[in-house]
């Protein structure tokens, strides 16, 4: 059974930074790929920033320069790095592993930026 387990959301001042975490259960080269998506209050969720297992990233163009996707095999964790935050990222992250045709999410966790 995998399981991913978000960590490092809460509430921080427009302009600072933030470290989420993803850690799987099981070593993260068995996904095809895995990504962050966040989901804001009223609005569908959207795909923050995606890694592939040869260490290929993309990310959306609201938060390109910004963010910064990483993984580390050895403990079987993704990363993403939130600087210069504003509000307008305020929103549920949730961390989300392809096994194609398998799809993994985590239960989320909040990031709340004040203005």
């Known amino acids: 059974q995998v399981q991913l387990v978000e960590s490092g959301g809460g509430l921080v001042q427009a302009g600072g930074s933030l470290r989420l975490s993803c850690a799987a259960s099981v070593s993260i080269f068995s996904f095809n790929y895995m990504a962050w998506y966040r989901q804001a209050p009223g609005k569908q969720r959207e795909l923050v920033a995606s890694?592939?297992?040869?260490?290929?990233?993309n990310y959306a163009d609201s938060v390109k320069g910004r963010f910064t996707i990483s993984g580390d095999n050895a403990k079987n964790t993704v990363y993403l790095r939130m600087n210069s935050l504003k509000p307008e990222d305020t929103a549920v992250y949730s961390c989300n592993a392809k096994q194609i045709p398998r799809d993994y999410w985590g239960q989320g966790t909040q990031v709340t930026v004040s203005s």
């Open positions: 890694i592939t297992t040869s260490g290929s990233t």
